[in-house]
């Protein structure tokens, strides 16, 4: 499995883990080990990533961001700050281009610009 594919599994399980009620979970065939790296970053390190991004929002709160941006941007700081050997320049490619896939118009720019101001810090 690729690790573009890793990556969109990974973003699947952190937004189901979050806004999906257990009995609605479909399962995810396949979890290679990159992927789950990735799960156990973000499950491990939730309550700091957390609050990661509730400190570097700007001129927005938590609750209003979309769910599927809030899983993207979660599923890039597990990889990018946990994940040894992670190129940040190739996550947040490959976030954004998920964004594209799944969500809405501004979401992909609104996600770049958040990560890349994150990495700047």
């Known amino acids: 499995m690729s690790r573009i594919q890793s990556r969109e599994n990974a973003f699947k399980i952190i937004y189901s883990k979050l806004y999906v009620k257990e009995e609605e979970i479909l399962p995810i065939e396949n979890i290679d080990e990159f992927c789950s790296s990735i799960i156990s970053a973000f499950t491990e390190h939730y309550d700091e990533i957390n609050k990661v991004v ?12 979309y769910k599927i941006d809030l899983a993207l941007i979660y599923e890039a700081i597990a990889e990018i700050f946990y994940i040894p050997g992670s190129e940040y320049k190739i996550v947040i490619n490959e976030v954004v281009e998920l964004a594209k896939k799944y969500s809405t118009e501004r979401s992909p720019s609104f996600i770049n610009g958040f990560l890349a101001g994150l990495i700047k810090q």
Do not use: D, Q, S, W
């Open 54 to 65: 509730a400190e570097n929002l700007k001129g927005i709160t938590l609750n209003r961001v």
